[in-house]
């Protein structure tokens, strides 16, 4: 119940920024003035509204209810992210390391909230694997934009890297809704046809699979009638 309330409070907060955000723009358009101030106030409205999308992500799978402490943590991530690129957007000549951090844990705040999107479908049991793959297709992409950012050095063998990892992060995105859209669609047509085999005893009473003993009688449609 405070995950869902924590996402409805995510959700005003995010499309009241979008309003502001809107506002701001339309303003800026129609005066034709722009500002270093009316810069700062789009991007700490712009952050706010990425950081309610991850947070609204994070909570979500908070109300799955299982290993909730990711959950809890992707959400405190947004808000300690936002805090830091607040503070990078007001600054007047923010530092390399500064920076350097804001980018850091953006890239970590998007990875947790997009990972924890993907852990939230069931999916069959045979294809649960396919959601670790990605998760773990994140976490490695999350770590080597990591390392680019602070070594800021690129090659060619990191550009194939990253190139490989993002293709795998985007297909696994696709993948698993489609799972999970096809499981849904098995288990419905499962429940469609289920079926109660019953099997005769030496006693005379029926049995099922699961050794439930049934008493069984025909059916008097003319009670019915």
């Given at each position: 119940?405070?995950?869902?309330t924590?996402?409805?409070?995510?959700?005003?907060?995010?499309?009241t920024?979008?309003?502001?955000t809107?506002?701001?723009?339309?303003?800026?358009?129609?005066?034709?003035?722009w500002?270093?101030?009316?810069?700062r106030?789009?991007?700490s409205?712009a952050?706010?509204?990425?950081?309610?999308?991850?947070?609204?992500?994070?909570a979500?799978f908070?109300?799955?209810?299982?290993?909730?402490?990711?959950?809890?943590?992707?959400?405190?991530?947004?808000?300690?992210?936002l805090?830091?690129?607040?503070a990078?957007?007001?600054?007047?000549?923010?530092g390399?390391?500064?920076?350097?951090l804001t980018?850091?844990?953006?890239?970590?705040?998007?990875?947790f909230?997009?990972?924890?999107?993907?852990?939230?479908?069931?999916?069959a049991?045979?294809?649960?694997?396919?959601?670790?793959?990605?998760?773990?297709?994140i976490?490695?992409?999350?770590?080597?934009?990591?390392?680019?950012?602070?070594?800021?050095?690129?090659?060619?063998?990191i550009?194939?890297?990253?190139a490989?990892?993002s293709?795998?992060?985007?297909?696994l995105?696709?993948v698993?809704?489609?799972?999970w859209?096809i499981?849904?669609a098995?288990?419905?047509?499962?429940?469609?046809?289920?079926q109660?085999?019953?099997?005769?005893?030496?006693?005379?009473?029926?049995?099922?699979?699961?050794?439930?003993?049934?008493?069984?009688?025909?059916?008097?449609?003319?009670?019915?009638?």
């Open positions: 119940m405070q995950a869902d924590l996402r409805k409070r995510m959700l005003w907060l995010f499309v920024c979008l309003a502001l809107a506002a701001i723009a339309i303003i800026v358009v129609l005066s034709g003035t500002s270093l101030f009316v810069v106030v789009l991007s409205s952050s706010i509204s990425a950081a309610s999308i991850c947070g609204m992500s994070c979500a908070i109300e799955r209810g299982r290993q909730v402490a990711w959950g809890h943590a992707g959400v405190l991530l947004a808000f300690a992210t805090i830091v690129a607040w990078a957007i007001w600054t007047d000549r923010p390399d390391a500064q920076v350097k980018m850091v844990m953006v890239v970590w705040t998007v990875a909230a997009h990972a924890e999107l993907l852990l939230l479908p069931k999916l049991r045979e294809h649960a694997w396919v959601q670790l793959a990605a998760v773990a297709a976490a490695a992409l999350a770590l080597l934009l990591t390392y680019i950012v602070i070594d800021q050095r690129t090659g060619d063998a550009g194939r890297v990253l490989t990892l293709i795998l992060v985007a297909l995105t696709l698993v809704p489609v799972l859209r499981g849904g098995a288990r419905g047509a499962s429940a469609a046809h289920e109660l085999v019953l099997t005769k005893g030496e006693d005379g009473a029926w049995c099922d699979r699961a050794g439930n003993r049934y008493s069984v009688q025909p059916f008097d449609e003319s009670r019915n009638s």
